[in-house]
Structures are given as C-alpha cells and as structure tokens.
C-alpha cells in the first residue's frame, strides 16, 4: 500500500508540475501574443493602406486635412538617448510661428504618431508646437514590447525634459488617447516641472489589470483565473512590470496636473464605467466630458464640435 501511495503522490506531483509548466507558457504566449511587437505592428507600415484608415480618409474632411497635414509637415524621426541609455522616438513639428506652446500628442495601444494626427492639428492651429512620442513596442522604436504605459510615462517625461531643454519658458500640455491617455495619467502622478499645465486623457483604463480582465474573455475567450495571473507572473519575471501596479487610478489620486477626462458612452473596450472612477479620485483640477454615441477613441471624430468646445475652454483655462 505505501508503494502504491508513493507512486500516486509521484505522479501526482509529476502532474501538478506539467500542469504549472503549462500555465506559466501560456502565460508567455499570452504575454508575446498581445505585448510584443510582432502584434503591436501587425498593420500596413502605410496607414492608408489599411482600409478603415483609407475609408476615412476619403470621407471625413477632417481626417483628410489632419492626415494631409502630418504628412506634409512630419520630417521623420527625432532620437533621444535617456539616461539610462535608451533611444526613444518621437515626430515633432513646429508651428510656422514662434510659440513657447507645446502639446504632447500620445498615441494607443498597436498604433502610431501619425493615429493623433487630428489631435496635432487641431492643437497646432491653436499656435502649439507638437511632439508625437512612439510608445514602446510600436513602429519605429526599438523595445521588444509594450508596458501599457508603465514605462512609456518615463520616457514622455525625457520628452517633457527635452523640450523645456530647448525651449525653458515652454507651456507643456499632454493629451492622450486610450493607452496614450493611461500613459498621460501616470506620467501626471509623477513630480513634473511647472511648465506642465495640464492633460486630456481620452478614454483611458484604471490599470492593466483591470483592462486586460475586461479583455481576456472578449479577445481571448480565456477566464481571466489563472491565465492573467500566468501572464501577469511572466511581465514580472521577464519583462519587469505588473499589471496592478500600472495604475492610472492611483497616479491621478496624487496628481497635481489638471486633467479633462473625456469617453465615449458606447466604449465596451475600455469600459466608459472606467471614466466616472478615474474623475472620482482625481486630485487635480478636473472636468469630464461624456460623448454620446461614442465606441472606443471615437469622441473626437464622433462629435467633434463637442469634443473641441469642451477640450478649448479646458486648455485655455491653463495658458496665456
């Protein structure tokens, strides 16, 4: 009997180790699948060689005239080596005027610079310069993956530095959409200069954990136990980030930055329920804008009168 009892606790352990192995690689799938930049940038390397993007162009004037716009002015790269020795990317392009105006424009999840193009525009006719940092694991930078804006906020905060660097009496605003909105969030829950005024944080999550739980049944069609914890396991061993502690949520509760929250009503892929949280605990100055009719980053194309009115009165309170 005790042979029979050691073989079953052998095998038994034999298979709660398989078993372990296996979730932690699904883990890493996971992980490599939706983080690393093979996904990231699975689009057309043209953007209006993608036909959402092209349909757009031909059909909405004000797609056309921002896109047109980014092309036209967009010089190629800018590369900046932080201090701790990484290269970071950004588009910047300078208003035709002398301005001490800059908007930072953050870009989302699997996307571009050039996705806040109508953004820039808009900003730039306002007499703002505008810098398009490249968000980790997109395009033309060179990380192997994306943090959700864990990491990204320290290299939007190298942008802010650079730009004070050439320019000290620079007035800096941030606006960001979906994970660029995150990014915007947690860089405001960090000690900036006071040439930061203020940000727009453009259908932003609370934290990644809570994005990716949202998700992982949608996208996956997986239980978010055990396989987020697989995967949040590996982004701590490997990739050095958690997912709970990239939290917007906590960064705007100890900002300083006032900040404009805006969502689209029909957003089911960064909830709108998200928004009324993140304003809720918000310790800045803040105003909210909710746009009717809205699915995910579709508020300033949806509703653009509403969007800009809104966004203009919220700026202007914070610049000359």
């Not at 932690?24 to 940038?41: D, H, K, M, P, Q």
């Not at 960090?190 to 453009?202: H, I, M, S, T, W």
């Not at 995967?231 to 006032?258: I, M, Y």
């Not at 918000?282 to 980053?297: I, M, R, Y």
Request: one cysteine or more.
């Amino acid at each position: 009997m005790r042979k029979k009892a050691k073989k079953a606790l052998k095998y038994t352990a034999i298979t709660a180790a398989a078993g372990a192995g296996l979730l932690f690689a699904s883990g890493a799938v996971i992980c490599e699948g939706v983080l690393g930049r093979t996904y990231l940038n699975h689009g057309p390397e043209e953007p209006l060689n993608d036909p959402g993007n092209l349909r757009r162009y031909l059909t909405n004037e004000a797609f056309k005239n921002a896109d047109d716009w980014f092309a036209a002015n967009c010089k190629g790269d800018t590369v900046l080596v932080t201090k701790d020795g990484d290269r970071i990317h950004a588009n910047i392009i300078m208003t035709s005027g002398h301005s001490h105006k800059w908007a930072v424009l953050v870009h989302g999840f699997s996307s571009r610079p050039r996705t806040m193009a109508k953004q820039g525009y808009h900003y730039a006719q306002m007499g703002f310069n505008t810098l398009f940092p490249f968000m980790r694991g997109h395009r033309n930078d060179t990380h192997k993956h994306t943090t959700f804006g864990y990491y990204e906020r320290y290299d939007v905060i190298e942008w802010i530095n650079y730009i004070i660097s050439c320019d000290p009496e620079a007035e800096i605003l941030m606006h960001g959409c979906s994970m660029g909105a995150a990014t915007t969030m947690l860089v405001t829950g960090e000690k900036l200069p006071a040439n930061v005024k203020c940000a727009v944080a453009d259908c932003g999550f609370t934290s990644a954990w809570e994005e990716f739980r949202e998700q992982i049944g949608n996208i996956l069609h997986l239980p978010a136990f055990p396989f987020l914890n697989a995967a949040n396991l590996f982004a701590n061993l490997f990739l050095k980030w958690d997912f709970k502690e990239c939290s917007p949520l906590a960064a705007v509760g100890r900002s300083h930055t006032p900040t404009l929250f805006i969502h689209g009503e029909n957003d089911t892929f960064v909830p709108y329920r998200m928004m009324d949280v993140l304003y809720d605990n918000c310790a800045a100055e803040k105003d909210k804008l909710s746009v009717p009719g809205a699915a995910h980053d579709e508020s300033c194309e949806k509703a653009p009168e509403l969007y800009w009115e809104k966004t203009d009165a919220f700026v202007g309170k914070y610049f000359k």
